[in-house]
Each structure stands twice: as C-alpha cells, then as structure tokens.
C-alpha cells in the first residue's frame, strides 16, 4: 500500500520483462544472425516499450522522494496508491505514443514481403523509414530533456533540505544521485550508434565484442542497480526482506534435515 513501493515493483517488473526479451533477441542474433522481421517485432517491440519506461519511472520515483522530503505533510494527500497506479498507466501510455507511431508506418509504407524477408534483428533495421528516425531521435531527445529537468530538480531542493542535517533527507539526497547515475546508463543507449561506429573505427576486428560490452552496460547495469537504490538500501524493504528470507530458511532447514536422517 505505500506508493514508493509500488513503484519500485512496477519498475523491478517492467525490468524483468525488459531483460527477458532483450537477451533473447541478442542469444538470437548471435546463434541465427538474421530472423524473420515478424519474429523480430514480437521482441523488439516489448524491449522498446519496456526500454522506455525505465527512464520515466525513475522520473517519478525522484518526485516521490521530493515530496516525501520537501513536503511532508502533504504526502498523504498527493501520493496515494489511486495516483500511483494513474502515474504508472501514464508512464505506459507515454510509452506507446513513442513506439506505436513506427509500427503505423512500418505497416503503411513496407510490403507484406518485407515482413517474411530476414534481417539482423535491430530497431533501425525494423523501423527503417526515414519518419520513423526522426520521431524516434525527436522523442528521445524529448525524455531525456524532461527526465533530467526532473532528476535536477528534485535533488537539488532535496539538498537545502539535506543541509538541516536530516538523516531522510540526506539519504533521499544520496537516491537521486543513484538515479543520476542510472539513467547516465540508462541514456547511453541514445548514443549507442555513434559509440558504436566510434570504436569500431578505433578496433575494426573487435565489432562483436563491442556489441556485447554495450548490452552489458547499456541494458543489464541499470537494471542491476534498481534493486540496490531502491530495494536493499531502504530500511523498511531490508527489514521485510531479512523477516521474510529468515522465515524461508527456518522452514527448509527441517525439511532438509528429516531428509538426511
């Protein structure tokens, strides 16, 4: 029932999807190199859909910690779970609008041919009409923009606050630092083509390696941080998740023991 929490399990879900299609796509380009553009659709599409919901979850989870720590007694008021479930219907729609426009003219401007042609399985290769490039760039621009406005602004109003010496404010202030860090690497993935063609001029017979090296901190880092800024740094969730693991432990142990005897 507490919105800070909900949030952190949309995002740790939302990550889970997000890391399932994404290493399945990239075992298959690896094992296949090329598949079929509709095969190709059904996990790229929730890769980018799910891809694009990081960034802004982590938007709003830093304007929770803001009003948390800025404006307590209004938090009540402003952050209930009706609201949390709207922000995360919101995060999802805004979503859609960035990725559902390249399906539209994907369908409007290729031949049914192309959907049963093969391809090295990659948005561009996708969604390879010039309109589709410009929204996508446009878009990420635009997230980018709003999601760091947002991050800038929530910590330092959370750093006055952080000055009185308030332990909760000083570790709010130390979440969205994470947050910063995070989404550097969620955003890296917005200039991953010109990083790419960058050090493959620099290492012409390493294209794979770098491939793999940008998945890796690209797409699997930021997911790996998300437990530690908002899971097992928090006290309230570290105090559940010790009872909870303890009581797990305490009732395999018996079991395990009747067995061996």
Not at 125 to 148: C, E, G, P, Q
Request: hydrophobic residues 50%.
């Amino acid at each position: 029932m507490n919105p800070r929490f909900i949030l952190f399990i949309h995002l740790v879900f939302n990550d889970m999807i997000q890391l399932t299609t994404s290493i399945s796509l990239f075992v298959f380009t690896y094992t296949f190199h090329t598949i079929h553009v509709y095969l190709c659709c059904l996990f790229i599409l929730p890769a980018i859909f799910t891809t694009q919901n990081t960034p802004l979850n982590l938007a709003f989870m830093a304007a929770e910690c803001y009003i948390a720590v800025c404006i307590p007694l209004r938090y009540n008021n402003i952050c209930t779970v009706k609201r949390t479930y709207i922000v995360i219907g919101i995060i999802w729609a805004l979503s859609s609008l960035s990725v559902l426009p390249d399906v539209f003219i994907l369908l409007a401007t290729e031949p049914l041919e192309f959907f049963h042609s093969r391809v090295y399985c990659s948005r561009d290769r996708v969604f390879r009409s010039a309109y589709s490039v410009k929204k996508r760039d446009a878009s990420h621009i635009l997230f980018l923009v709003v999601v760091w406005l947002t991050l800038f602004y929530t910590y330092f109003r959370i750093l006055f606050v952080a000055k009185a010496a308030d332990a909760d404010a000083k570790k709010a202030r130390n979440t969205i630092l994470l947050h910063g860090f995070q989404m550097l690497l969620c955003m890296m993935v917005y200039v991953q083509p010109m990083l790419i063609q960058s050090l493959a001029y620099v290492f012409p017979r390493g294209l794979s390696a770098i491939y793999f090296v940008m998945f890796i901190i690209n797409q699997i880092l930021p997911r790996f941080a998300s437990p530690i800024v908002y899971g097992l740094r928090d006290k309230i969730f570290r105090k559940y998740f010790k009872k909870y693991l303890c009581t797990v432990t305490m009732n395999v142990h018996p079991k395990t023991t009747l067995k061996i005897l």
